[in-house]
């Protein structure tokens, strides 16, 4: 009898051995606020960078410090650059493309309470929590839902990480930066403050974060350095029996924007010589054949572009305008550069680790951000600016799918959860907004997976993104339609032209349909 339970427990150690070693895993990295500035997409119909940067040859030089470890996974990734968010929005953006379930379903807008407290997610299936329940061993720290902190024990409004459902083990971690604020940050700007930051690299939250995931990935395991808060484990260990969901989240570039100085030292503001007076005014200019409906997205009167700009005028009139902008900027791309330094550590880890043969990564931003386009510093809006997002997936295992060709098929970031489960060979749990990407990352010449996609800000307001039109509808009824061909910065709204009326109505009623059922994509 113990020969045979000892045969027994072999078999089964075997086994589990077999599926970790089969079953890939998976590092999933979130960037916050992260737009389309990264070195692949510079040069995309429409970046703001070349409105920044005109000059090619100093465009170049930019991109390469400003985005090195973005740029290298692109060439070893698929680079998806004509990705969206559902919502540009942190809280719903993450919530949604974790349980599947879009905005307008669940009527998560904000995220001023935990996703569990509402009825129409509270027994939602996320996309860790499947994973979990097929074997996988889920762990992260950082940003991934909309707050880092979670307590699997406490009150579930507490537990911002979904601690309890989610993951095998959450370590609450530190993020961000510490810093000073720019003479030119406006005292009333809220969170919008910038300046170089008061920490050296290693001192940061976000480097520790990365830092840490790294460790656990050299060596199996790692306690954390930098612990936020005082509950939950202070650390991970990776099992030698089971494939991992790996998750790390990066908080900058998110407001505020501080970051340590060496990266404001990259981008001197005389290089920035599109910002110019003539460019700020035709900012402005470009919301004139706006509807109603986007009144309460302009930022002339209220928000943070007017905040900026009203400062600026207190320093010295309207002169000190451009300069506030290019500073404002300047802090942006030193946050950007910031956070790609510490995935660079982040990744350095995992080639380091046994696990880089057999860990897919999945690299993403939640939203867009606006860093003068529509005369706007947010993301909020269902501009393509607020919604465009960072989104690769480096698989060591195909190298065919790891060749850095772009992959200009509209893909969403929902499209992540049924993707991972397709290549995991785990079922989805019920309907997802999104669809799997697999076939795009065996080809880049492979049927779009979406023919549309449809993105929400707040209740009522919508986009729906074609190959080639972005039509846009607010609570109001009022509208925008962009030729996305033509005209890639939206600067033409179409949707009162008789010509295009045609074109309205059929986009009205397929915006319609997708809000009647999400699922028939």
Known sequence: MRKITTLTFLFIALGATLIAETKPNFLFVAVDDLNDFSGHTSEEDGNFLKIIYPDPEIREKVVARLTPTLNRLAQESVPFTRAYCPSALCGPSRTSLMTGVAPHVSGYY?????????????????????????????????????????????????????????????????????????????????????????QSLEETGDWNTADFIARVLENGGATANKLRGDVGPDGIELPEDQPFFLACGIFRPHLPFYAPQEFFDLFPTEEMTGLTRENLDAMLADLEDLPAGADQFLQTKKGKMHAIMEHANELGGPAEEVPAWRSMVQSYLACVAFADACLGRLFEGLENSEYKDNTVVFLWSDHGYHVGAKYRVAKQAVWEKANRVVLMVRDPRNPKGSNGIPRRQLASLNDMYPTICDMAGISLPGPNVGRSLAPLLNSAKAKPVNKDLVFTYMEGNHCLRTERYAYLRYKDGTTELYDMKKDPRQLDNLAHKLRYAKRVKKLNARLDEWLADPNAN
């Open 110 to 198: 904000m995220h001023n309470r935990n996703f569990r407290t509402y009825d129409t997610l509270k027994d939602v299936v996320t996309l860790p929590q499947q994973l979990k329940a097929h074997g996988y061993f889920t762990a992260g720290a950082g940003k991934i839902f909309h707050r880092a902190l979670g307590n699997s024990e406490g009150p579930i409004e507490d537990d911002w990480s979904d601690a309890r459902n989610s993951w095998t083990t959450w370590v609450n971690h530190s993020q961000g930066a510490a810093g000073s604020k720019s003479k030119y940050a406006p005292p009333k700007g809220g969170n919008m403050q910038w300046g170089p930051g008061s």
